[in-house]
């Protein structure tokens, strides 16, 4: 059992700056973030096992945010930068207990365990 408690969204303007945070109880093979738009489907956004040895990243958020975590905490981070109003989303961390590879890191159905979400705003 996996425990994951999401932290840091909130509004910030274009060009800004956010860092997500997701505290894990339990042990995960790789971990992830996930974000749904209002009136969208849930999509991937960026994936890392946990061992640091693979990450995914949704081709529009390539460059612009950085997914690490800090093994000490056990928490799972997302550096989200030069955020954009599309960016606008409630974001959601998943773990699996699997080792993902890099070709299944944005499928949802790959992730076991889910956090409750935190939303992120990008006002323009």
């Known amino acids: 059992q996996v425990q994951l408690v999401e932290s840091g969204g909130g509004l910030v303007q274009v060009g800004g700056s956010l860092r997500l945070s997701c505290a894990a109880s339990?042990?995960?093979?790789?971990m992830g973030w996930f974000r749904q738009a209002p009136g969208k489907e849930r999509e991937s956004v960026a994936a890392?096992?946990?061992?640091?040895?693979?990450?995914y990243y949704e081709d529009s958020v390539k460059g612009r945010f950085t997914i690490s975590r800090d093994k000490t905490k056990n928490t799972l981070y997302l550096q989200m930068n030069s955020l954009k109003p599309e960016d606008t989303a409630v974001y959601y961390c998943?773990?699996?207990?699997?080792?993902?590879?890099?070709?299944?890191?944005?499928?949802?159905?790959?992730?076991?365990?889910w956090g409750q979400g935190t939303q992120v705003t990008v006002s323009s």
């Open positions: 339990g042990r995960a093979g790789t």
């Open positions: 890392m096992r946990w061992s640091g040895s693979t990450t």
């Open positions: 998943a773990a699996s207990v699997r080792n993902l590879i890099h070709s299944s890191m944005y499928d949802q159905g790959q992730y076991e365990y």
